[in-house]
């Protein structure tokens, strides 16, 4: 079916299953360690053999001879293929550097040999017996800050121009102009990339950790010259993804590479020491803005000019993606510049675009608020818009920003809060309170599925939609219970198979919407066909209970099919008119409370709050899961992560999780999340939107204005340390 026009009431808007919480279906499995992860399935092929990979010890250049002979004669060992072995294997369009094959080095720990043997402990020992002579290329970049200075009068084309920024700033009567950081990141998932490949037949399989099947599974075809009909990837559980496993991977190709030269299967997992390099990363930015507003606090210029990493063909990341929406502002300029260096790909992670450019620009409201003598709240509320900025013809379909901005300052407390930076003390803390508005676009993809009706009345639904933990299994579930009138325990649902309709996939906060509405197509041709069966208009079906009224007989669903499954697969694919006519996007605010101590300058987040505008949410357990999930990354980037660049030798040093340093519980306080009742009917027929990049948006910013608040330091280089600021705290009393 097509989208091609808001959604009227519909048979998803009931409430008795879909808007309700409920526990995830797929809890049990992952919390007695029984959900089957890709390099656990031990059971899908006979006689599988391990890889371990060989990666570069150089950031960029050739390799002038691998010495593979001590490796190959090690116990266990089966085989050593190494990239000397092949030309570069073709890349699909969403990977910027090649996976395997040829001489040639483009980043670090680039996969260059995969050592094959009976154990992993084998594997792993043989594999550090490969020696590998390379010709270093004298010119690789390495220093972000650099190549800035070096390209700082380059021409760029501007990414977004409204109006006449420069004079517009040059006659505002209050100016900001501040530059701020971000440094790389890591996806940091639980579950390492990993992969298990068969070839049988001229099939290849794949059992592997991966969130977009169809993406992956046409660049599997494309990496081994296969028609789209021998490759079939399986993808059940996954481990964490926020981007990292939005593409095909070096463990993927690297255990079928192995699998065909062996002709066993082969189980290919990267080493955490070799997922921040190998895999992809938060691209880093520099990022100036400039805000010029009138003596009232309306906004009438806005620039934001944004410097970040990308292998050669890439293009990094686009810090400027929140700031042509979010706020009004007439005059407007926006200039993104990915420089080419040679740091490993930097690629999507969670919010891609917006969570590093919210990182500065929230922090340009609250210092613009400042000059102001303004309540940041109240600065933001004024500089709301209902329109594009860009293009006023555009209304949001829905933006309850304000909403969101009033309902979170009332229940934080926000007119309580420490007004006089450094001014308010517990004990030896200094307490500080801070706030953020977040924004993250509200994109769909079609998405497919196929819905069975058993004999009993069971349903099963299936499509290749990924669970990376935001609880895709649940909300499936609920959408189909809804639709069919039968209880959610009746749903199996089958997720990650490449054998089922090709869905959205988990990626870009379009998921979730996008994936149900993909059920809801496919449950409406199955109530078609049972209006077939009944000899009724589908219009005039009441599903519940497990049973079917029509024309005032009411019929169980049990047997409506016969013996056999009753069978109806559709897909929705979404109109022009979301985009045309209106913008669709998600908003928060975000409010936080720090104590830093007044001696050591240790960081403490004590609560924070999250007021989300998010359309009809499905589920608010599994909602409010993802949300505190990115506030928690949120606060991660805003005091520890940091991918540390070895600038001599292009590679990032603090590539494990004892040198990168992620929030544990002990980092996080109260934290508290409140959905705003509301349904676009702009977004979907069920009328929801993603929630979970929204979650990230925006709270660094908040985190580091809460420390500001706290201490009167203002730091504007993420992570915010303890060496940026320990030497200018306040004098203890």
Not at 566 to 577: P, W
């Amino acid at each position: 079916m097509r989208f091609d026009q808001p959604a009227d009431p519909n048979a998803a808007d009931q409430g008795r299953v879909l808007g309700r919480p409920h526990a995830r279906i797929d809890g049990p499995l992952k919390t007695t360690g029984t959900a089957p992860y890709a390099y656990e399935r031990h059971d899908v092929a006979v006689g599988q053999l391990v890889g371990y990979p060989v990666v570069s010890a150089i950031a960029k250049g050739r390799i002038k001879a691998m010495d593979t002979r001590a490796a190959e004669a090690a116990p266990g060992v089966v085989a050593v293929i190494t990239t000397l072995d092949r030309e570069p294997l073709p890349k699909a369009r969403m990977n910027v550097v090649h996976l395997f094959g040829g001489r040639d080095i483009q980043h670090y720990h680039q996969a260059i040999a995969v050592v094959v043997a009976e154990t992993f402990e084998q594997a792993r020992a043989a594999a550090a017996l490969v020696r590998t002579d390379y010709h270093q290329d004298p010119d690789a970049r390495f220093d972000l800050a650099a190549e800035r200075r070096a390209h700082q009068d380059d021409e760029v084309e501007p990414a977004s121009r409204v109006g006449d920024f420069d004079s517009a700033f040059q006659a505002a009567p209050v100016k900001l102009d501040a530059t701020y950081s971000t440094p790389g990141q890591c996806h940091a998932q639980m579950e390492p990339h990993a992969s298990i490949a068969q070839w049988k037949d001229g099939t290849l399989t794949l059992w592997t950790a991966n969130q977009m099947v169809a993406w992956s599974r046409k660049a599997l075809a494309k990496a081994f010259d296969l028609p789209l009909e021998k490759v079939r990837l399986d993808s059940p559980y996954i481990g964490g993804g926020f981007g990292a496993k939005l593409f095909l991977r070096a463990d993927a190709v690297l255990a079928a590479v192995a699998a065909r030269a062996t002709g066993r299967p082969v189980k290919v997992a990267l080493p955490r020491p070799m997922i921040a390099n190998n895999a992809t990363h938060r691209g880093l930015t520099i990022q100036r803005l400039r805000i010029g507003a009138n003596e009232d606090g309306r906004i009438t210029a806005i620039g934001h000019d944004n410097t970040t990493n990308t292998p050669p063909g890439g293009g990094g990341e686009e810090a400027t993606i929140p700031t042509e929406h979010f706020y009004a502002g007439a005059n407007r300029l926006l200039v993104h510049r990915p420089l080419e260096m040679h740091l490993p790909e930097s690629n999507a992670m969670r919010a891609p675009g917006d969570t590093a450019g919210q990182m500065a620009l929230e922090v340009a409201m609250d210092e613009m608020a400042e000059k102001l003598h303004m309540d940041p709240v109240a600065f933001r509320v004024l500089n709301d818009t209902q329109v594009d900025p860009g293009n006023p013809e555009r209304r949001f379909s829905q933006r309850h920003f304000v909403e969101c901005l009033e309902r979170g300052a009332r229940e934080f407390g926000w007119s309580k809060r420490n007004r006089t930076p450094g001014g308010r003390r517990d004990g030896v803390w200094l307490v500080g309170h801070g706030m953020a508005g977040a924004y993250r676009g509200s994109p769909a993809q079609a998405s497919g599925a196929r819905v069975t009706l058993k004999p009993d009345a069971r349903v099963r639904v299936e499509t290749d939609m990924t669970d990376i933990g935001t609880g895709s299994y649940t909300i499936i579930a609920q959408t189909a219970a809804e639709m069919l009138g039968v209880p959610l325990e009746a749903v199996q649902v089958s997720l990650g198979d490449s054998d089922s309709p090709v869905s959205a996939g988990s990626g870009g906060q379009w998921g979730a919407a996008s994936a149900t509405a993909g059920v809801y197509a496919a449950c409406l041709a199955l109530r078609e066909r049972i209006a077939e069966r009944l000899g009724a208009e589908p219009g005039d079906l009441a599903f519940e209970d497990g049973q079917v009224r029509h024309g005032g007989e009411t019929t169980p669903l049990a047997g409506i099919g016969g013996d056999g499954d009753l069978v109806a697969e559709d897909r929705i694919e979404f109109g022009d008119f979301r985009d045309k006519d209106y913008v669709l996007a998600t908003f928060a605010s975000h409010f936080v409370e720090v104590g830093v101590h007044a001696y050591t300058g240790e960081i403490r987040v004590r609560r924070m709050l999250a007021v989300c505008d998010a359309g009809r949410i499905l589920n608010p357990i599994t909602a409010r899961s993802q949300v505190i999930g990115g506030m928690t990354m949120g606060v991660g980037a805003a005091l520890m992560e940091e991918l540390k660049v070895d600038t001599r030798y292009g590679f990032f040093a603090t590539h494990d999780l004892a040198s990168y340093e992620v929030p544990v519980h002990a980092d996080i306080g109260e934290q508290q999340v409140i959905f705003l009742d509301g349904e676009d009917p702009c977004s979907s027929p069920l009328k929801a939107k993603g929630v979970g990049e929204l979650g990230i948006c925006g709270v660094s910013a908040a985190v580091a204005n809460a420390v500001y608040n706290a201490t009167g330091v203002r730091v504007r280089d993420y992570p915010i340390t303890l060496d940026k600021f320990l030497d200018r705290l306040p004098r203890p009393a």
